[in-house]
């Protein structure tokens, strides 16, 4: 199969970032399911590995290209960061002594959210600017605010809970479509990218 239309790729870039996505069965659907590039499971669609290689092709920007090099950018910036967003969801669910955080501290909790606060700051223009040189990345920022004023209006799940767009889900979705895009490994990471 050629690359496919918009729909088709969003759809399929949804799947691959989520890994599983309820929809209805539709002209998309089929396609995919068709081509072999996704699989019907109880909870919805799920990629397969003919799916995840041919999107890993589709999603990849165009090599030395200038998309390509917007994005090593944001890639160098975020990852920085990442260690740190790392740290504030360990901090979230774990408190010192490797106790369990059950939220009993309210002082703790909100120190917590105001290191997760500092590195949405930091994260902002990185995330804005690739967002408008790239369109697929345009929804994340919006998405991370969101789950930023959740949880400051007290919803602590919108911090790391993977049944929903919290924070830290939306922030791995990045992580991993900024990885696509460059053609990069996480496995890699230790290692400077050029």
Do not use: K
């Not at 729909?7 to 890994?19: D, M, W």
């Not at 072999?36 to 090599?63: D, K, Y």
């Not at 969101?146 to 919290?166: K, M």
């Amino acid at each position: 199969m050629t690359a496919p239309d918009e729909a088709t790729f969003r759809l399929l870039h949804e799947v691959r970032l989520r890994g599983v996505v309820e929809v209805d069965d539709d002209e998309t659907v089929a396609i995919l399911v068709g081509e072999g590039f996704v699989a019907r499971s109880p909870r919805g669609i799920r990629i397969t590995a003919t799916g995840r290689e041919r999107h890993t092709v589709w999603a990849r920007l165009p090599a030395n290209g200038e998309a390509e090099q917007t994005a090593r950018r944001a890639y160098e910036r975020f990852l920085p960061l990442n260690a740190e967003l790392l740290r504030v969801c360990n901090d979230w669910q774990v408190l010192p002594g490797g106790v369990p955080n059950d939220h009993a501290d309210p002082r703790y909790d909100w120190a917590v959210v105001d290191r997760l606060r500092a590195i949405d700051e930091r994260i902002a223009p990185v995330v804005s600017r690739l967002g408008r040189a790239i369109e697929r990345f345009a929804p994340y920022r919006p998405r991370l605010r969101a789950a930023l004023a959740h949880v400051d209006e007290g919803r602590t799940e919108w911090l790391t809970s993977p049944r929903i767009d919290s924070y830290h889900t939306v922030w791995m979705q990045l992580h991993e479509d900024v990885l696509l895009a460059i053609g990069a490994d996480r496995a890699d990471e230790s290692v400077v990218v050029e």
